[in-house]
């Protein structure tokens, strides 16, 4: 069964506040037995416009990944992220 992968590109208005999200969705990406495999870290835009926070995480299946995505714990999570953040996510499945 293909992985499930949640990439995400964020924007960070208030890293104060931004550092409570992390805190939480840390605990939630491990209650989903989630795996960080991109979390920061050097970028560089070679096409179409750049945010400075660039995520990957990589869950068992498609099916885990949205199910944290969708969970309580990350629902808290996303609740102190939004307001000081602008961002994108999506969940794709990976290759086999």
Same mark, same amino acid.
Do not use: C, W
């Given at each position: 069964?293909?992985?499930? +992968?949640?990439?995400?590109?964020? &924007? $960070?208005?208030?890293? $104060?506040? !931004?550092?409570?999200?992390?805190? /939480?969705? &840390?605990?939630?990406? %491990? &209650?989903?037995?989630?795996?960080?495999?991109? %979390?920061?870290?050097? +970028?560089?835009?070679?096409?179409?416009?750049? %945010?400075?926070?660039? =995520?990957?995480?990589?869950?068992?299946?498609?099916?885990?990944?949205?199910?944290? !995505?969708?969970?309580?714990? +990350?629902? /808290?999570?996303?609740? =102190? %992220?939004?307001? =000081?953040?602008?961002?994108?996510?999506?969940? =794709? @499945?990976?290759? @086999?």
């Amino acid at each position: 069964m293909p992985k499930g +992968y949640i990439i995400g590109r964020v &924007t $960070v208005n208030d890293p $104060v506040i !931004y550092a409570e999200y992390a805190k /939480l969705s &840390t605990e939630a990406i %491990r &209650t989903y037995g989630g795996k960080p495999i991109v %979390r920061g870290g050097q +970028y560089t835009a070679v096409q179409g416009e750049a %945010r400075a926070r660039n =995520v990957v995480l990589e869950f068992e299946s498609y099916a885990r990944a949205l199910e944290f !995505y969708h969970s309580p714990e +990350y629902t /808290l999570a996303k609740a =102190v %992220r939004t307001p =000081v953040s602008i961002g994108e996510f999506v969940v =794709v @499945e990976g290759a @086999e």
